[in-house]
């Protein structure tokens, strides 16, 4: 089992960047799919990225596209999160997510370890 362990969150005002890592211990990423969701006060966990094994693929939600950008550093074992423009909706928890598998998957449940998670706050 691979752990994840967020960090890069923080206030921010609308139109600003924010940049989330994710370091991975125990095992290494480059095997795996990995991906980002996000989960608001109230509002179930929702997908936010996702990047193939190999760092070619990748695809995210309507609401983050051309925004932001999800990568990889496997020399690292790092997941990064690039957020730019980000919005007062961009206000959640960001969480973390590796897959036992190579292939990209949107649902939470196709990702078998998170991390605890890193709050992210954009005012208007």
């Known amino acids: 089992q691979v752990q994840l362990v967020e960090s890069g969150g923080g206030l921010v005002q609308a139109g600003g960047s924010l940049r989330l890592s994710c370091a991975a211990s125990?095992?290494?990423?480059?095997?795996?799919?990995m991906g980002w969701f996000r989960q608001a006060p109230g509002k179930e966990r929702q997908f936010v990225a996702v990047?193939?094994?190999?760092?070619?693929?990748?695809y995210y939600a309507d609401s983050v596209k051309g925004r932001f950008t999800i990568s990889r550093d496997d020399a690292k074992n790092t997941l990064i999160l690039q957020m730019n423009s980000l919005k007062p909706e961009d206000t959640a928890v960001y969480y973390c997510?590796?897959?036992?598998?190579?292939?990209?998957?949107?649902?939470?449940?196709?990702?078998?370890?998170w991390g605890q998670g890193t709050q992210v706050t954009v005012s208007s």
């Open positions: 997510a590796a897959r036992s598998r190579s292939d990209i998957a949107t649902l939470s449940s196709d990702f078998g370890s």
């Open positions: 125990g095992r290494s990423i480059s095997s795996s799919a």
């Open positions: 990047i193939s094994w190999s760092g070619i693929k990748s």
